[in-house]
DNA sequence: CGCGTCTTTGACATGTATCAAAGGTGGTGG
DNA sequence: CCACCACCTTTGATACATGTCAAAGACGCG
């Protein structure tokens, strides 16, 4: 969801995930890097914040994939969703961060001291607008989520997931037409709201449509995007 | 879910829907009503605006309550969200609105032009985060909402979203211990991602859990709110 | 090559959607 | 003010999708 901006005056993204463009323009980046520390997570499976800590920081991704997840009442985990560059995570109510966030891939990104990055919103109404933007992204994704959740069973929305994924140029080589995922099934899972189980079943009634042929767990030849994304929104196929 | 932002800097409401606070301080109030219009749609069940139209205005809602929804891909709909007086909506991508706003109750809201919306916030960087707030607000809810949608059984999405409402003033009367919900059986299955018979089941089911007591479709009491919180988040009882 | 972890499969129990019909509510007009 | 009617709500019966438990299989790392 863009928002109510004209997009290409902040080189928001058109699409979801062009991750090409979408960084920051020169002059944001100058001003936000003199209050913002460049920093380095090498590995999958780093946590960045967690739920119910202090809130110091705010974070834009630069590069790979971050997780947002969330505990639930009995233990369980819920992923809200994943952040690409050019994302803001760690926006934060009461200064305690509501959800956690980790690593998929090795990820760079800028943390801000949010008391900084306040006075610097303030000061500069055109990164303001950005941030604006971007929130309103985020609540976009969140509100497609909803409507996954809601309506349609565990094979339209891991589809949906899938298609999401193909978007992003670091999962799908379109040449080779591969989607490479950056989360296991368990993750897939609590992003469905579903069981890895179920995510199993649903990746073999895809492939039984041939909307898919799996190479391994996490590797598969999608030939079609169109097709899948069909099968995910309008359910034919 | 405030932001991170210090929330008494701008009159956030701590909790969701406190409705008395949280609405524009008065010098934000003076600039915003300079640009803005005030509609006033007297009865529940009209159109503010529709998904898909072409997007010129956003709304902040001034009193009542309005529905968010979007229309799925077999013609199921889903309800994204209600907003109460402080709330923004109408936040749209590329010129078209996302999703369609009704009224739920009697509304009155301000409208205001995109294009002159967009230099205001420009030019007055706190009115601007006061929106950059709210749109984060708005992205918790819907953060809660998933959270619901991905894990939770009928009866205990119900429980949530009966103490949401029970949160509102303009719902629930403290002092008679009641609750008077401003929707219908299907906005609360299509919210809930459910249907209307599993709804009518999981009213039962709070009933005979003693959560709470039916007078009439709409109304009913709620006599501890302590405990329907416990219930809907805990799992207890 | 071997082991731990992730993934897949199967069997079964359960919760929910769906279809159909009865029951209740609230508004309208007599 | 009452009675009627349309619509909303509740209930029941059934089918199906999904969660859960258990175990086998595959992957990838050291």
């Given at each position: 969801m ?26 944001e ?9 460049l ?8 946590p960045?914040f ?22 639930g ?28 966030a ?8 800028y ?24 929130t ?10 909803i ?16 298609y999401?994924?193909s978007?992003?140029?670091?999962c ?23 069981s ?16 898919i ?14 097709q ?10």
């Amino acid at each position: 969801m863009g928002v109510f901006l004209s997009a290409h005056t902040f080189a928001a993204r058109p699409g979801p995930h062009s991750a090409d463009d979408n960084l920051l323009n020169a002059s944001e980046e100058r001003a936000l890097s003199q209050i913002g520390v460049l920093q380095t997570y090498p590995h999958a499976g780093m946590p960045i914040f967690r739920e119910g800590r202090e809130a110091h920081y705010v974070y834009l991704v630069q590069s790979g994939i971050v997780r947002i997840s969330r505990e639930g009442a009995s233990g369980s985990r819920q992923v809200l969703g994943f952040r690409w560059a050019g994302d803001l995570t760690g926006l934060a109510p009461g200064g305690l961060y509501l959800n956690s966030a980790d690593t998929l891939t090795a990820v760079t990104l800028y943390r801000f001291s949010i008391a900084r990055l306040r006075k610097l919103l303030l000061r500069e109404p055109q990164i303001q607008m950005h941030f604006l933007v971007k929130t309103a992204d985020a609540l976009a994704a969140a509100q497609r989520h909803i409507l996954w959740l809601g309506q349609q069973d565990v094979v339209r929305r891991l589809a949906s997931l899938l298609y999401e994924f193909s978007q992003s140029n670091s999962c799908y080589d379109a040449t080779e037409k591969t989607l490479l995922l950056p989360v296991a099934r368990g993750d897939i899972a609590d992003f469905l709201g579903t069981s890895p189980e179920s995510v199993a079943r649903a990746f073999r009634k895809l492939e039984q449509k041939n909307l898919i042929a799996r190479l391994s767990p996490r590797r598969m030849m999608v030939s079609n995007l169109r097709q899948l994304r069909q099968f995910a929104f309008s359910g034919d196929i």
